[in-house]
């Protein structure tokens, strides 16, 4: 008689492989987690950048910032419907200070980005953008 040698993967063979597609799968998962914040970061600043050039409009008409985001420009406000961004990741506030001459917007984040690495994003009258840097270089660039 012919013996034939059957060939099969033991229990051990299967459990290596098991754990090794879900360490895989969890380095995927972080670097994915990682890229969402990246892209919903974007909606922050795009709203900051877009409130900010509304307060450059406004200071250019009266003569100083205003920190009232939502009534129209004619009431002291900067018209926008609310200090939410357009996706709703980011609530814009602004802090008025020297009489009205400087300003300070800062933008929370909300919902799924609250555990973004960058935290609070904000930039100044004159320009200047906070968080700087890379925040540890994990979570790429906050601005």
Known sequence: MFR???RA??????????AVIAILATIAMINYNRYGFRTRRADG?????R???AEERYFTNFNTYTADLTDPPTAGGLGFTNGTSESGY???TA??????????????PQGGQVGDTCGNLS???TGVKLPVGT????NGNCW
């Open 9 to 18: 993967f033991s229990l051990i063979e299967l459990m290596i492989v098991v």
């Open 45 to 49: 600043r795009e709203m900051l950048l």
């Open 51 to 53: 409130t900010a050039a």
């Open 95 to 108: 802090v008025i200070a020297n009489g009205g001459a400087t300003y300070t917007l800062t933008a929370t």
């Open 90 to 92: 980011y609530v814009v």
């Open 4 to 6: 034939r040698s059957v």
């Open 123 to 125: 930039i100044s009258d």
């Open 135 to 138: 925040n540890g270089g994990n």
